[in-house]
């Protein structure tokens, strides 16, 4: 079992910037997919970024790329998603999960394990 806890998210003004933090336990997330996703009210989840075990390989979704940065320290069980250039539409309750397969995963399915959220709002 791995429990991953969010924090960081917040209220911010459009162009700003946020870090939001994923805390792991109960396994080493060296061997897992890590993955950020989120969700607007009345919307699906929907993947937002991710990092191959290693760190060594990444993958966002378009609406995102060049703006949001995933990193993780798996010493520390830890993972970061640094959003910068916010934009209203980037609003919404954003999810940390890691997933057992040794290759991107893109959907919500293929992921394992979940946290609750952390809220970001971004204002315009």
Do not use: H
């Not at 080493?28 to 919307?43: D, E, L, V």
């Amino acid at each position: 079992q791995v429990q991953l806890v969010e924090s960081g998210g917040g209220l911010v003004q459009a162009r700003g910037s946020l870090k939001l933090s994923c805390a792991a336990s109960g396994r080493t997330i060296s061997s897992y997919t890590m993955g950020w996703f989120r969700q607007a009210p009345g919307k699906e989840r929907e993947f937002t970024a991710l990092s191959i075990w290693g760190g060594s390989a990444t993958r966002y979704a378009d609406s995102v790329k060049g703006r949001f940065t995933i990193s993780r320290d798996n010493a520390k069980n830890m993972v970061w998603l640094q959003m910068n250039s916010l934009k209203p539409e980037d609003t919404a309750r954003y999810y940390c999960a890691a997933s057992r397969l040794l290759v991107g995963a893109t959907t919500r399915d293929e992921y394992d394990y979940w946290g609750k959220g952390t809220q970001v709002t971004v204002s315009s």
